[in-house]
């Protein structure tokens, strides 16, 4: 079995990346794939950069190439739910787009226009957030959206709530979760929390985006220990 493991940036992967073994790298399409293993498991990691469609075309080649057995996309969000904190971390449960027409993908095949995470990745992945939350952390399950754009104005953020009534937004998962359906891999996106996707987002990532990603990293490694 073999996971492949996507974050956007490089702060998202450095922790995994650094702690697995790394048998040998592969480019394709400009990405480097790391091959190894990591925490008893066989991985792929790899930075994808941001946006949806450098994350589709790195999903697509760790499933078409690679033939994983499971994907998992890493990394950080703004939070839109009012429970959460900075630092919190949302595992998935369903991934759409905010910056999409969804009804048209709702005529036009394959008819989807939302992802549904696998339920026991979402399970394995609750109960590596258990067992290392602290009083760093919280974890909460929920809808993410994914768009191109990186949302700091409170009319946006409410602009998606009232539509979507999501957990957090961020700028890949919906795209990774969209790959997955359509080669049937399952897959499950973690995301700690580094802004509220407010007026105050672009400070608040600045400061607090690499510790969100070291935690969420630290939730996928627990989570290869568990598996
Ligand atoms: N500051 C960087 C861009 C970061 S984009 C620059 O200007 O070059 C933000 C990244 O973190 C994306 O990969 C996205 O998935 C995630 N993210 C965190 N907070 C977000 C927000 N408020 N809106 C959208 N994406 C967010």
Not at 93 to 110: G, S, W
Not at 148 to 169: L, T, W, Y
């Amino acid at each position: 079995m073999t996971w492949g493991i996507i974050g956007a940036m490089d702060s998202e992967v450095a922790l995994l990346r650094d702690s697995m073994e790394v048998e040998r790298t592969e480019e394709i399409s400009g990405l480097t794939y790391y091959i190894g293993t990591l925490c008893g498991q066989k991985v792929i990691v790899v930075c994808c950069s941001i946006g949806k469609v450098n994350a589709a075309i790195c999903a697509q080649t760790l499933a078409a190439v690679f033939k994983v057995d499971r994907l998992v996309n890493v990394g950080v969000a703004g939070a839109l739910d009012e429970r959460l904190r900075i630092f919190d971390v949302v595992v998935s449960e369903k991934l759409c787009y905010h910056d999409a027409d969804l009804d048209i993908f709702e005529r036009n095949p394959p008819f989807v226009s939302e992802y549904a995470a696998d339920k026991d990745m979402v399970r394995l992945a609750e109960q590596a957030c258990e067992k290392i939350a602290g009083t760093d952390f919280r974890c909460f399950g929920g809808r993410i959206v994914s768009g191109d754009r990186f949302v700091s104005e409170n009319a946006e953020k409410q602009r998606i709530v009232g539509q979507f009534h999501p957990m957090c937004v961020e700028m890949e998962g919906a795209a990774v979760g969209h790959v997955a359906a359509a080669n049937k891999i399952p897959f499950v996106v973690i995301r700690s929390m580094s802004d509220g996707a407010d007026d105050n987002a672009g400070m608040s990532f600045d400061e607090f985006a690499p510790k969100a990603a070291e935690h969420s990293a630290k939730i996928v490694m627990e989570m290869l220990k568990l598996a």
